[in-house]
């Protein structure tokens, strides 16, 4: 999207007499409204997906009337429900951090969008330190995640924050470790690059030794978006939701709306980061990422409806004395690799 | 000086009586340090219904149907408990087929009630696939109940000197098919949570409950044998036919929640080979004893006990030659596990909370009757 069309639409805009920088805001929010109705739409497909799995995993049959045999508006439906309730802020809460809690988290969730390859053609930018970006950003909804808890004053709330700080800020180390194993290997911190290294040379997962890199990406994705078995920051059956209990409406959607983003989007960075993005024969690559992408958050949803959950204190050891020292040996490796031209 | 201004306290926290995980209406008031329960407290009294004082208002066949609702998961064990006192009282003599029936019916009810166990216990540790499966499973035993006796639930397939009816034909091939069915479902299980590592991590060495101090509680049922005590009323006091079938009193001596599971999980397989020889040996002849309309024990008193799935359920009945008892009372098995709560969760995390809970499987019905 950043190629042939930025330009044109720059030109047809100037073209006019438009100056310049007016002509760069309306591309830029051409932009965002495109990233936005796309995760708004991606959550809607994840949402019935993940219902329509579980529903085949667990002998159900999902949603089945709204919007023909296979419930396809069903999410539509909720979502709208949701828009109609009671916008509810308990008394107690501290007020203004109740509210700004969940654009904290939802935002930086649509931010990350930006540098994701959708395919040879479509990424909004191509920054220089985009894998930086992703790391920058997205550890900001822990903030969020800390507001939302405090400020309802709720005690449930509160232990749910509690947890999933504690639980976010030590899957955050082996997540990045893993990605600056692929920064070394790729020798950018340029998304783009690290596609163009994977289309010329084969997909990194396929190189020894990003295997274990991929490996404990996978695992601390998994416990950023908070799936089971690492749910534990809003393990229902415990904390009954965890910090956003006391969300209601259109607030508590914006949480729901981001948690989803993020997991479409812990799975696009996979994809690009190890599965070789949009490369592939004979489809158009935009396809093949999604294809990739679909194929990785099924696995996560496989997994989510498999296995119980983990306790707060085993979560927290296996972060610390397992998964950090094979992201330490991932990166050695791959500096090893890298320095004897063995990748 | 940042120290001292930093400062930390205990927390208490009600969990319940609406929670996801307190299985019905049960407040846990938890103080925690952190996430580390310091000390709970269960207050019951939600469900509390009268049943014991409905008992003194009503004919001896009108209280019948109340017991079914007493423990809602296992309503033929409160049927049996009952009937039983009441015919010691009046000395009747049941039918060696209603004998054999009545037992079809408690081991069902067993296996039932056991698969809801597995079931809220494997949805409290997050595993909710196992939830629907077992949940399946039950619908299969509610579909015989409802091919015998109509109801599904609260059956009431008892009745003072037999059961109700006689079982329709076509009830014991499904009944064998049942029997065959759910050893091969019970491995399905298995294989999801009990060689499961996350599982195994949850719960072995979780919740330690002592064998004296289980005994001390008076526990009974699948808490106290997973604490390696081997005590079943239906082989301590065998009543119906249980004197009459081969099966193993499992037992499993790890005292904590992996254990109190597994007991579950054997017992079921127990359960399925009482029903299979059962369903071979059922002897021909009267269902129901001649009892008379108008039930009048003779004045006196006695105790009927029954190996319920939760542990010793056991309905005491005081006649004075009336209509209907003078006094009623029911010894509930989760209200002793429930006082027995507090010394398993002490020390234990917020999260092992719930597999506490869940492992004693209470019911909060008969809790409170």
Redesign the interface.
Known sequence: MNGGASERVFAFLTGYGVPEWIASAVWMLLMAIAVIVFVLLTVLILVWLERKISADMQSRVGPNRTGGRFGLLQTMADALKLLMKEDLVPRGADRAVFILAPFLVFVPALLVFLVVPFSDKWMVKDLNLGVLFVIAVSAFPVIGLIMAGWGSNNKYAVLGAMRAVAQLMSYEIPLVLAMVCVVVAAGSLKVGDIVAAQVDGGWFVTRFPLQLAFLVYMIAAMAEVNRVPFDLPEAESELVAGYFVEYSGMRFALFFLAEFAHLFFVSAFATTLFLGAWAGPGLPPVVWFLAKTYAVIIVIMWIRWTVPRLRIDQIMSFAWKLLVPASLLAVALTGAAVVYGKL | MLQSSVRTEQ?T?NMGPQ???THGVLRLELV?D??VVVDARPVIGYLHRGVEKIGEARTYPQFLPYTDRIDYLSAASNNGAYVQAVEKLMGVEVPDRAKYLRVIALELNRIASHLVFIATF????????VF??AI?ERELIMDLFEMWVGARLTQSTFRIGGVTEDIPEEFLPKAREFCALLPKRLEEYDR??TG?R??E??TRGVGILPPEVAWDYACSGPTLRGSGVSFDVRRAEPYEAYDQVDFEVVTHPACDCLGRYLVRMGEMRESVRIIAQCVDRLPQGEVRAKVGRVVKPPAGEAYGRVESPRGEFGCYVVSDGGTSPVRVRLRAPSFFHLAALPQMLRGW??????AILGSIDIVLGEVDR
Do not use: Q, W
């Not at chain 2, 494997?122 to 696939?129: E, G, I, K, M, V």
């Not at chain 2, 995390?349 to 719930?354: A, E, H, I, T, Y």
């Open positions: 927390v926290l929670h996801p995980s925690l952190g996430e494997a949805n409290d540790l997050a595993a909710t696939t629907l499966y399946r999801l949570l499961n996350i599982f991590a949850r995390k917020m999260g092992d909370v719930v």
